[in-house]
């Protein structure tokens, strides 16, 4: 069994800074890729940003340039600091981690429980 606990999310004026951290434990052997996504009411789980193991990144184009994704490989950490927020960018952020428990197991996408964003004056 893997667990994801992020941590960080909050209530934050638009042009502000918000940073979340996520950490997975249980059974983990290795994990390959890590994320972030983000929902809200009435549309899709998108990809906010990820990072490999070998730390080759990848973001959404409505936050390149303002977020930055980083990762632990040591403690299974991932983080996500998110500079200029905007009101769009409010949503329910989830950590999302691809894990094998075992070195005979598949990769397997892990999720945490979400954490609320909200970017208003």
């Known amino acids: 069994q893997v667990q994801l606990v992020e941590s960080g999310g909050g209530l934050v004026q638009p042009g502000r800074s918000l940073r979340l951290s996520c950490a997975a434990s249980?059974?983990?052997?290795?994990?390959?890729?890590m994320a972030w996504f983000r929902q809200t009411p009435g549309k899709q789980r998108e990809l906010v940003a990820d990072v490999r193991g070998g730390g080759r990144t990848n973001y959404a184009d409505s936050v390149k340039g303002r977020f930055t994704i980083s990762r632990d490989n040591a403690k299974n950490t991932v983080s996500l600091q998110m500079n200029s927020l905007k009101p769009e960018d409010t949503a329910i952020y989830y950590c999302n981690a691809v894990v094998r428990t075992s070195i005979t197991s598949i990769f397997y996408p892990y999720w945490g429980q979400g954490t609320q964003v909200t970017v208003s004056s």
């Open positions: 249980g059974s983990i052997f290795s994990i390959s890729a």
